[in-house]
């Protein structure tokens, strides 16, 4: 039976493996990651701070261990302190940090809130194979002209680590989102619907291209492709519970509205992501807050679903 790799040295020397996840990996035990852009750049405080410590609780509910994952001080965090959750959630120095800004975070001693990819490099670093969080990053609206298309794309295709989202939301172009997966062959996977999701929204109009019904099989598809040498991520997208969600043709208008307000103010690159999310958080006058929050609760549920079952097969 594979087990994870340990953890090089020179890696070792420059995070901090929290004593519990250190000893979950040890064991073979699963372990949940989990990213810290959400918690610094994706909601305010301080929602941001309860849902970090709701969704680790969550995680332990179903009998398995968090790992909130960020860069402080320029050492890799892999499990973070209470009061290290709160230093994310409230320090305005801390970065939005991708792959790209990874090296030069740590080796300047900087504070770093990571994102999707980021989060998945570090988390394979670690050894830690599955991922919960909201949303990816994906293909942005008017990227035939901007280029801009998330890195977490690009990590999906090359770490070996599977993403819990829910899906991606429609201030991308999920279209061309679901094309460039397909290219980089990653599997994008719904649990339990043939229709992939749009985050705030159960449908999004677009067929996932595969699904799957239960963790259990999920953990299955990881397996095989692990063990075939397919590397690279899975994208496994879980539906917002139906309680929870906005219906598409609610959100859409508000989404467009904010689209707008961006382009009137000019912000590209980075920026956008977070912009975005705050303004839909004013325009829908909080309620897509609280979807959000639904939704990744929802995702640290069913990854750690994931992780046990994966944990299992690994014998
Ligand atoms: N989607 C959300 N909330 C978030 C993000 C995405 O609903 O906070 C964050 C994630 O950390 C994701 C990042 O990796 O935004 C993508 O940013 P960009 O589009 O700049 O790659
Ligand atoms: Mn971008």
């Known amino acids: 039976?594979?087990?994870?790799?340990?953890?090089?040295?020179?890696?070792?020397?420059?995070?901090?493996?929290?004593?519990?996840?250190?000893?979950?990996?040890?064991?073979?035990?699963?372990?949940?990651?989990?990213?810290?852009?959400?918690?610094?750049?994706?909601?305010?405080?301080?929602?941001n701070v309860e849902m970090a410590r709701g969704v680790e609780a969550v995680v332990r509910e179903n009998g398995?261990?968090?790992?909130?994952?960020?860069?402080?001080?320029?050492r890799l965090k892999v499990g973070l302190t209470p009061n290290e959750l709160e230093l994310l959630a409230t320090d305005k120095n801390v970065q939005k940090i991708s792959t790209r800004d990874l090296p030069v975070t740590v080796a300047l001693g900087g504070h770093g809130a990571t994102t999707v990819a980021s989060t998945m490099r570090i988390a394979s670093l670690a050894g830690i194979r599955v991922f919960a969080t909201g949303g990816t990053g994906g293909v942005h609206r008017g990227a035939n002209e901007t280029m801009d298309i998330s890195a977490d794309l690009t990590e999906l295709a090359r770490t070996d680590v599977c993403v819990v989202s829910a899906g991606v939301k429609s201030i991308l172009d999920i279209g061309l989102t679901l094309e460039v997966l397909e290219t980089q062959g990653v599997p994008a996977i719904t649990l339990g619907s043939?229709?992939?999701?749009?985050?705030?929204?159960?449908?999004?109009?677009?067929?996932?291209?595969?699904?799957?019904?239960?963790?259990?099989?999920?953990?299955?598809v990881l397996h095989a492709k692990w063990t075939?040498?397919?590397?690279?991520?899975?994208?496994?997208a879980n539906p917002i519970p139906v309680e929870a969600e906005i219906p598409a043709a609610e959100i859409t208008p508000h989404i467009e509205q904010a689209l707008a307000d961006m382009a009137a103010l000019g912000l590209t690159g980075k920026e956008t992501t977070p912009y975005l999310l705050g303004r839909i958080v004013e325009i829908t006058g909080g309620r897509s807050l609280t979807a959000n929050i639904a939704l990744v609760r929802h995702n640290a549920a069913v990854a750690a679903r994931v992780a046990a079952e994966y944990a299992a097969l690994q014998g």
Do not use: K, N, W
């Open 64 to 74: 398995v261990t968090p790992a909130t994952i960020a860069v402080l001080g320029g």
């Open 228 to 236: 075939l040498g397919l590397t690279g991520g899975v994208l496994l």
């Open 1 to 47: 039976m594979p087990t994870p790799a340990p953890i090089r040295p020179e890696v070792l020397a420059l995070m901090d493996l929290h004593p519990e996840v250190g000893a979950a990996l040890e064991r073979g035990a699963p372990v949940v990651a989990l990213e810290s852009t959400i918690i610094s750049h994706g909601m305010p405080y301080p929602q």
């Open 194 to 220: 043939t229709e992939f999701p749009a985050f705030y929204s159960r449908q999004s109009g677009f067929t996932s291209p595969l699904t799957v019904a239960t963790p259990a099989e999920a953990a299955r």
